[in-house]
């Protein structure tokens, strides 16, 4: 059975920084094209961070640009999303997903499998 499951949420203070990581089962994903989206209470689920399968070619929501930065480790089967300068706007359930492209892809129907969910919550 695939799984994907975040962790590294919490609650942390406005201008703080988490880093999140998703581990993975069943599966290697060493070549599928990964990512972050998030869910805000009461809005459509958004892009946050995508990087393609090799590694090589990452893409940002400009909400975040210069404040995330998306990561895989060298046997690509664990992704990151490094948290810097958080604002109350980014709380949020994050999610990772993975898709069977290879590239990097901002729709979350382009992605084939989804972690359950971890929350950030960004107090002010």
């Known amino acids: 059975q695939v799984q994907l499951v975040e962790s590294g949420g919490g609650l942390v203070q406005a201008g703080g920084s988490l880093r999140l990581s998703c581990t993975t089962s069943g599966r290697t994903f060493s070549t599928y094209g990964r990512s972050w989206f998030r869910q805000a209470p009461g809005k459509e689920r958004e892009f946050v961070a995508a990087i393609s399968g090799n590694g090589e070619s990452t893409s940002y929501a400009d909400s975040v640009k210069g404040r995330f930065t998306i990561s895989r480790d060298s046997a690509k089967s664990t992704l990151y999303l490094q948290m810097n300068s958080l604002k109350p706007e980014d709380t949020a359930v994050y999610y990772c997903?993975?898709?069977?492209?290879?590239?990097?892809?901002?729709?979350?129907?382009?992605?084939?499998?989804w972690g359950q969910g971890t929350q950030v919550t960004v107090s002010s």
């Open positions: 997903a993975a898709t069977r492209y290879r590239g990097t892809y901002y729709t979350a129907r382009d992605y084939h499998y």
